[in-house]
């Protein structure tokens, strides 16, 4: 059985992580959270505290994935029917900015765009309901220095590769979800878009 890939995307405290927690919550009894953040200072200390305190220790095993999340995807799996990863844009921070990354633009968007399809295989693998968790990063205004830019771009990009290969994407507002996927417009035929000759 493949596994259904979910991507929930919205702006900052938008509710988003949320909504991905309840909807995990409904849909699996033991669910794994798989959690991308590296805590490197105190402000990110308290932030992951503060999420560890709303997760019912019960129903949740948590799994650090800041790097080959792939395999800890396949490793969650085997006993959780439901994962929550949380969350795409800091997994693109490490890949992007990390021990090993590559050098220029251009690298690092061909080597992301590759570990976020490793990501979505393993998804589609692991049989289960995989939720991911992204921020909408490119609605705001355009960045003053060029490694912002560089991010968003490369961000921007990911939420588009993750967005086409999931059942459902939920656009969170004010703590308000909506399957925008459902109200996508859809070609009929591939070869009829514009520039598909070219």
């Excluded at 650090?64 to 085997?78: L, M, Q, R, S, V």
């Amino acid at each position: 059985m493949s596994g259904k890939i979910i991507l929930v995307i919205g702006g900052a405290r938008s509710g988003k992580s949320t909504f991905a927690e309840k909807y995990v919550l409904t849909y699996g009894v033991r669910c794994a959270y798989l959690a991308t953040a590296e805590i490197l200072d105190e402000e990110m200390a308290e932030r992951v505290k503060f999420h560890q305190a709303r997760r019912d220790k019960k129903r949740w095993l948590t799994y650090e994935a800041p790097f080959h999340a792939e395999k800890t995807i396949a490793c969650a799996a085997e006993k959780a029917d439901c994962l929550l990863f949380d969350c795409l844009t800091l997994y693109v921070t490490n890949l992007m900015y990390g021990i090993g990354a590559p050098g220029t633009f251009a690298e690092k968007a061909i080597y992301v765009r590759e570990e976020i399809d490793k990501l979505l295989a393993a998804a589609k693998a692991s049989g289960r309901t995989v939720v991911f968790v992204t921020n909408d990063v490119g609605s705001g205004i355009v960045p003053e220095n060029a490694m912002a830019r560089e991010y968003r771009d490369v961000a921007g990009w990911v939420n588009q590769q993750v967005g086409n290969a999931s059942e459902s994407v939920y656009y969170v507002l004010a703590g308000q979800a909506v399957d925008i996927k459902k109200l996508a417009f859809k070609f009929e035929d591939a070869s009829s878009a514009v520039g598909s000759e070219l």
